[in-house]
């Protein structure tokens, strides 16, 4: 007949059961498992103070680049428009005939129809330009490839009274349906053979031109975000905008208000936790943001550190079982002695 043997009586029985054996078993996980905690903790705050410093040194080398090629674009664009400008005798030679027509509303004037075909073909030539129009020396729009523009006064706006006096570049904010959207607004002036002023060729970059207008991609390298901020915070240009963003409001960035060259990690307008750097644009008042996701930059470690925790806990239970075994050894034959 079997013997019934009786837990409680086995466990009364081991040799762990009195105090000596379990401050043994203590001691043991103690020194055990404290320093590989220690280690694993204080590897995995340096390594992530260490990536987090090539992040900032490879954001601050990309936004140097990019924000260098923002201001050379803005540059060639507006070269490009004087360029139209200066290489024309057609503009100095219509553009009274043009104004008298614009003024009296004749519109089938063959001048006025020749400076629209005019109008509508350098545009075609410049295709990152919404629009093309042609101010007369009162600031009256006398030809544009929209339309409803001819006839507009625009002598009180900047765009007319700055481009007089040279060339025109800035960024501003148009309301549509309610919401508020980027445009940027060039001009340069047209000069009569005599030197005399007699008007200007100005330009609008909306939303869907100005990717191809800056020359840059809808998205940077990997998940990097860029925006270009004027002097105020306001976005004008967003690499990938996001139906959170509001354009007539400071973007919710701290790099807004730390000096140009700063970086910061924050939490962004989309709510993702992120390291941002900004660098102004030269020859501009504009700032150049670029912002890296947190999750992006500490993925690879973060998944590391689940790993190691892992298997941290697998290493403490075998070394429970192990200690458990040494420690009654060690105990059992003291206890027979006693």
């Not at 466990?11 to 280690?39: E, Q, Y």
């Not at 104004?99 to 073909?121: C, H, K, M, N």
């Not at 309301?175 to 047209?190: C, K, N, W, Y």
């Not at 390291?275 to 998944?303: C, D, H, K, M, N």
């Amino acid at each position: 007949m079997l013997e019934k043997h009786d837990p409680a009586r086995f466990l009364g029985s081991h040799p762990l059961r009195g105090g000596l054996g379990r401050r043994i078993l203590v001691w043991f996980l103690v020194l055990s498992l404290l320093p590989l905690f220690l280690s694993n903790s204080v590897g995995y705050g340096v390594s992530r103070r260490i990536i987090e410093e090539h992040v900032r040194q490879y954001l601050e080398a990309l936004v140097q680049v990019q924000a260098d090629h923002v201001a050379h674009q803005v540059e060639l664009r507006q070269l490009s428009l004087e360029a139209a400008v200066a290489n024309s005798r057609f503009l100095p030679a219509n553009m009274a005939s043009v104004s008298t027509a614009v003024t009296s509303g004749q519109r089938q004037d063959p001048a006025f129809i020749a400076l629209d075909s005019y109008v509508a073909r350098k545009h075609d030539e410049l295709p990152s330009l919404s629009e093309l129009f042609v101010v007369n020396a009162t600031g009256v729009v006398i030809g544009a490839t929209r339309s409803e523009r001819i006839g507009t006064d625009l002598s009180d706006t900047p765009l007319f009274s700055s481009a007089m006096e040279g060339r025109f570049f800035v960024g501003d904010w148009e309301d549509e349906q309610g919401a508020a959207h980027s445009v940027f607004r060039l001009a340069t002036p047209i000069h009569g053979d005599r030197g005399d002023l007699l008007g200007v060729l100005g330009a609008t970059v909306g939303p869907n031109e100005q990717s191809e207008f800056l020359n840059l991609a809808g998205r940077m390298a990997g998940d990097v975000d860029a925006f270009i901020l004027c002097s105020a915070g306001r976005p004008l240009f967003v690499s990938h905008p996001q139906a959170s963003l509001d354009y007539g409001q400071r973007m919710p960035s701290p790099l807004v208000d730390l000096p140009p060259g700063s970086s910061a990690r924050y939490v962004n307008y989309a709510g993702d936790e992120v390291i941002g750097i900004s660098l102004p644009i030269r020859g501009i008042p504009w700032l150049y943001v670029a912002e890296l996701p947190v999750r992006t930059a500490f993925g690879q470690l973060r998944g590391l550190r689940l790993l190691s925790a892992a298997l941290e806990g697998v290493f403490a239970l075998a070394l429970v079982g192990i200690v458990w075994v040494v420690a009654g050894s060690i105990v059992s034959p003291l206890r027979r002695l006693v």
